[in-house]
Each structure stands twice: as C-alpha cells, then as structure tokens.
C-alpha cells in the first residue's frame, strides 16, 4: 500500500512513515506524586510533559459545490427562478495530528481532515498557528502527511509497534478541538 503523493519522486510507505500506535518511547508510568499517607502514586504527567509539545490541532477549511435540483440544471428554468450559476459552501474541519519530523516538519493526521482542503491550518501547543500543505494521503488507512515550516518543532518519533505486548499501558493524546490536548490511556 502506498500514499498518494503530490509531490514526484518520493514514495511514502504507510508502514514505513507510520506504526501509527502511538508507543512511546519514554516510559509511561513515573511515581512523583503522593497520597495523604506519603505513598507514591503513579502519575502520567512527567510523560505528557515531554511529548504533548508534537500533539497539534489541524484546522482545514474547504469550498464545496452545492448541489442544485436536478430540475434547476435547464439554463431557462436557472433564468427563470434566479438560480446563480455555481453555489458554494464553505466547510470546516478539525483533528488533531503529530508532528514525526521536526527537521521538515512533516505532521501525520487523518486524511479525513485534510481531504479537499483549500486551507489547511496548524496549530502548535505554544500557540504559533502555522500553514500546511499535504505531501501525501491514503484514503483507505485514513492517513496524511502535511508540512509546516520547520521552526522550533519538537517531534514525537514512531516506535516500533510489533515490540507492543498485553498488559503494555498505551496513552492516545489529541488536541480536536483547539483547546488543549486530551488524554486517554489503556491497556493492550
């Protein structure tokens, strides 16, 4: 399976630019906190704190033709009734993306998100809002890698995910609505 590029001569593999579980490769459990009694508890935060600075939100906005009646598509009855010639509705979409590669400051999101785009919109957890354009998607795994300028990235890098075994803690972080991350964790 290979991503669709926009660009020639380069060939993303989705394996090779995704093991898309988010594995991390710091540890995810440290023990800084404590409860009443002074007993450790285990807390995600030390870990949030390194790698939530790669979790962005991806803005898009696109212009889609509307469709008219099929009866409106005759010239005469489009004069008749007023009908302008083409209508458009602009669309907003939101998701959320990591950044793997600060040198070039490639993204990886959902193809979803930046689908039909016209304007695609990054912005980091530091506040900066930066434009993207796509290098490449697979619609079928729902994956796309976009670019920002690469300024002062932090990345998260992609860990191997056939070294993921049961009982391993996994966290899934995203930032959808351009608030602020959120965080899940589980279990394989």
């Given at each position: 399976?290979?991503?669709?590029?926009?660009?020639?001569?380069?060939?993303?593999?989705?394996?090779?630019?995704?093991?898309?579980?988010?594995?991390?490769?710091?540890?995810?459990?440290?023990?800084?906190?404590?409860?009443?009694?002074?007993?450790?508890?285990?807390?995600?935060?030390?870990?949030?704190?390194?790698?939530?600075?790669?979790?962005?939100?991806?803005?898009?906005?696109?212009?889609?033709?509307?469709?008219?009646?099929?009866?409106?598509?005759?010239?005469?009855?489009?004069?008749?009734?007023?009908?302008?010639?083409?209508?458009?509705?602009?669309?907003?979409?939101?998701?959320?993306?990591?950044?793997?590669?600060?040198?070039?400051?490639?993204?990886?999101?959902?193809?979803?998100?930046?689908d039909k785009a016209q304007e695609i919109k990054v912005t980091l957890r530091d506040?900066?809002?930066?434009?993207?354009?796509?290098?490449?998607?697979?619609?079928?795994?729902?994956?796309?890698?976009?670019?920002?300028?690469?300024?002062?990235?932090?990345?998260?890098?992609?860990?191997?995910?056939?070294?993921?075994?049961?009982?391993?803690?996994?966290?899934?972080?995203?930032?959808?609505?351009?608030?602020?991350?959120?965080?899940?964790?589980?279990?394989v």
């Amino acid at each position: 399976m290979r991503i669709k590029e926009r660009r020639r001569g380069r060939g993303w593999s989705v394996a090779g630019v995704l093991g898309l579980s988010l594995v991390l490769a710091a540890p995810a459990w440290s023990l800084p906190t404590e409860d009443s009694q002074g007993t450790p508890l285990p807390s995600l935060a030390p870990m949030l704190e390194k790698v939530t600075p790669a979790v962005v939100n991806v803005a898009t906005l696109s212009r889609i033709s509307v469709q008219d009646n099929p009866l409106l598509n005759d010239p005469f009855f489009r004069r008749f009734f007023g009908v302008p010639e083409q209508q458009q509705h602009q669309s907003q979409s939101l998701g959320s993306g990591v950044i793997v590669d600060a040198k070039h400051g490639y993204v990886l999101t959902n193809n979803h998100v930046v689908d039909k785009a016209q304007e695609i919109k990054v912005t980091l957890r530091d506040g900066r809002t930066l434009d993207a354009t796509v290098v490449g998607t697979d619609a079928e795994s729902d994956v796309a890698v976009i670019q920002i300028p690469a300024e002062n990235l932090t990345a998260l890098p992609i860990a191997d995910s056939d070294k993921l075994r049961v009982g391993d803690f996994v966290v899934a972080i995203g930032n959808p609505f351009g608030l602020g991350q959120t965080v899940t964790s589980g279990i394989v």
